[in-house]
């Protein structure tokens, strides 16, 4: 079994506060919750224009593992309102 785990550290758009903050969150949650992973905000909760989103998954295939965090990475870069700034990837296997 394979685990992998992306944290995306993100930039938003036009925010002013918590409450909008949260608008524009929950939504990217909600899309990469589609793909069967784990997402949560993990990061940043006090600061309004930015935010840490991870990620997990758990697979047999480590090549279906990274196809999974790549259309996830790809998912949040797509997003216009927001700007990825960097992700940080790791994949444990069962020799960890």
Same mark, same amino acid.
């Given at each position: ?7 995306? +550290? ?50 047999? +295939?480590? +090549? ?33």
């Amino acid at each position: 079994m394979y685990l992998g785990a992306l944290e995306l +550290d993100i930039l938003l758009g036009d925010v002013r506060s918590l409450k909008e903050k949260r608008s524009v969150v929950k939504p990217v949650i909600a899309a990469l919750t589609k793909f069967g992973v784990s997402v949560a905000e993990t990061g940043e909760h006090d600061r309004y224009r930015r935010s840490l989103i991870g990620v997990a998954v758990a697979s047999s +295939d480590v +090549d279906h593992l990274n196809e999974v965090l790549d259309t996830c990475e790809r998912q949040v870069a797509a997003r216009p309102e927001l700007q990825l700034l960097a992700v940080r990837r790791r994949i444990f296997g069962p020799e960890d």
